[in-house]
């Protein structure tokens, strides 16, 4: 009698089952959802970074192509510039809405740099109206990201998942909500400015 691992039929049943796992794994993560790890300073401090742990995130994948997504919200998306990569952005204009457009964030090679003068996410004079079937995304840290400011409004066909939560480190799991971090515009009288 043969050992049993050396039997092919039981090389092909182990195969099998670890295939239907596998085949599993891939719808849930794809139609349903799932955890993964994120890198980068541009969500902080919504999406936190520690040098010796790195962030994971609970996406659900219920809102991809930008099903039910809406302003305010935390998406991952396809890279529109570069194929094999993802990005990590909240949205901050869907179709017809009017963004105002700042300077571009700083590079890797920035990062030792000093910001003179405004030089980095300082206010542009530029409006621009998102296009139909797309939307506009930017990091929470505007001076170190890299969004529609660099390659413009995002389709919404892009759209993998809308993150839910921050899971890891533990000292920063946090459920993420849908609003901007607005201060009411109403708690104080304003003074209006006419130019002429």
Known sequence: MAPRLANPHEWSRIAFNLSKVALVVHIFQRYIGGISPT??????????VHYH????ILYSSLHRRG??????DVITYKSPVVASSQGCKRIVGMPGDFVSV???GRRD???EAVDVDGRWA?????????????????GDNLEWS?????????PLGLVTGK??????????????????????????EHEWVIKR
């Open 39 to 48: 890198a980068g300073m541009s969500m902080v401090p919504t999406i936190p």
């Open 53 to 56: 742990k790195r962030p994971y």
């Open 67 to 72: 099903r039910g997504v809406k302003v305010g």
């Open 102 to 104: 700042v300077t571009p």
């Open 109 to 111: 090679e920035d990062i």
């Open 122 to 138: 300082s206010l542009g004079q530029q409006v621009v109206q998102v296009p139909e079937g797309h939307c506009w995304v930017a």
């Open 146 to 154: 890299r969004d529609s400011r660099l390659f413009g409004p995002v």
């Open 163 to 188: 993150v839910l939560a921050v899971m890891l480190p533990l000292s920063d799991a946090k459920w993420l909500g849908g609003e901007l971090d607005v201060k009411d515009v109403q708690e104080k």
